[in-house]
């Protein structure tokens, strides 16, 4: 008897599987991914590719990054390989636009394109779709730029400070839709979060430092099927969401009056165990820390930011170790 | 300054059309009817399959010593949650349920070679290990990532989800 003649489903549910890993990942690292010191400090649009700068009224970004899958960590913290013969890339294009809508206010929102590629030594796929939307609203904590040139007392000390929100909205379609029965269109990870959010940063030319921390929570959400399949309906509910990130920067000032700065981060993220209808789910929950490297150029008018970072996966719990190369280019307007 | 607003605001209300995001903006817990053949409750046939080892085997064989009152085929592509769920059954299910014959699938291994060397690699070499590289098994269940599979003696699926915390495998396999 061969199964294979007796059902009518042809589609192939690895790429799916493999699709929600790593829609949860670009997801997971959305939260943690703005470290490059987009040089438009001095109070503003630093530590994050949708932050405004402290004068300017709009920004749009288009940023494009590779992910590469190098193994991964068990919840034991022991690094396994990825089956011999894969080779697994995730690649997302975002697009991003912050508003200014009072003087110390801003909002912002985020749509990333997704693209995987999966390689197996007996199959490959490739999957592309919308991610989950993200959306901002940010105060500013301080009322004039921050930036100095020498340190001249205790007001000169004083940092920039944001604190803000930020709700992910599940627009990507989630393995909980009905709608993968024969198409690979998992794209979001089908839950709303909620994320309260600061950063806190300082730069004294030609040095910045930065800490940008957050904490989410995810909405309980009622699930009735898996992958197209009915299942007995049962209430999910995803682990906190705890995010710390680091930076330092170093920036150059060009003869044309651009700035060149590189940065270096270090960011951990947890996440706590996910719930099935209030029981704790032991194999799941997971941690990781990422080192980072990004330059960016800042433009002679303060208007163009083009950014380039590298991100590479140090240790963790239950999560792939991941390499990302991201791109990007900003375009602030003024008045 | 105006226009720039407008454009911009028209093209993220248009991506977020787009998206066709409906289901999991307004989820449900309304029942629905499986799609699957081999859902909850169906009868399924005497299916053949390979082992990591190359040996041919079948469901019937692993059902038939008397002790044995149940086949658990758990899904894996050797991912983190596999290996946390994997981890799970070998060390407390596989004890605690001696009545019941616990295998792991491979359905992302494209051969029996490529199988093995993922088994050994993921510390798995002392379990039985199918090597579904026709993706057979696959389709047949529309299993995927931690798909848990239960099936009895009478050849009557019995669970046919996802692993999630064990405890509603645990509950299946206490009234076998």
Redesign the interface.
Known sequence: ????Q??D??F???A???L??RVFLSLSLIAISPISFSASCCGGGASSGVILPKFN??M?DISISSEAYDG????QGQL???????KLIQRRLS?S?A?RIAEQWQMN?S?PLVDNQNQ????SSSVQG?GD?QAGLWFEAFERVTCVYKINGWESLKPSLYFGTTLT??????S????I?NSFDIT?R??YRWDANMIIEKTVYPFSLGWQGSYGVAIK???????????????KQLGDRATSVFTGAYTWFLPDLAMLTATLSYASIKEDQTK?DG??????G?DKKTSGLAFSYNSSLRDWIIKLSYNQAEEGH???KTQTLTMGVSHV?S? | ?FT??KL?TF??IG??L????Q???F?????????????VGALI????FTLSTNINDEISSRLQPSNIDAVVLYFT?????C???M??IRSQFKNQYPNIEFMFVD?????TT?SR??QT???YSDFDVISD????????F?????STIVIDKNFIVLM????????QLASILDNL
């Open positions: 008897m061969n199964p294979t007796q059902v489903t042809t192939n549910k690895r799916v599987s493999m929600v890993k009224d709009a749009w991964y960590w068990t919840q396994k390989a990825d089956p011999a013969g894969s697009f636009y508003h929102v749509m197996y030594s007996g199959d919308m939307t909205l599940p627009t990507g379609i989630s909980y839709s009905d709608r029965d979001g089908g839950f959400r009622p699930v009735n099927q898996e992958y197209g399949q009915a299942v007995t309906p049962y209430n099935y029981e704790n789910d032991s194999s799941s997971f239950n999560y792939p307007y008045h | 300054m720039r607003i911009t093209i993220l991506m977020f787009l998206t066709g995001c289901e999991d903006l989820p449900s817990n309304d029942q629905l009817t499986s799609k699957s053949e081999a859902q046939d005497d299916l053949e592509m050797w991912c983190p949650v290996d946390s769920h981890s799970h359905y992302v291994s494209g051969s490529s060397g993922a690699s993921s510390g590289y026709d993706n057979a098994l696959e389709n047949y529309s299993g995927t990532m931690a046919n989800e996802e692993f999630k915390t064990g405890s």
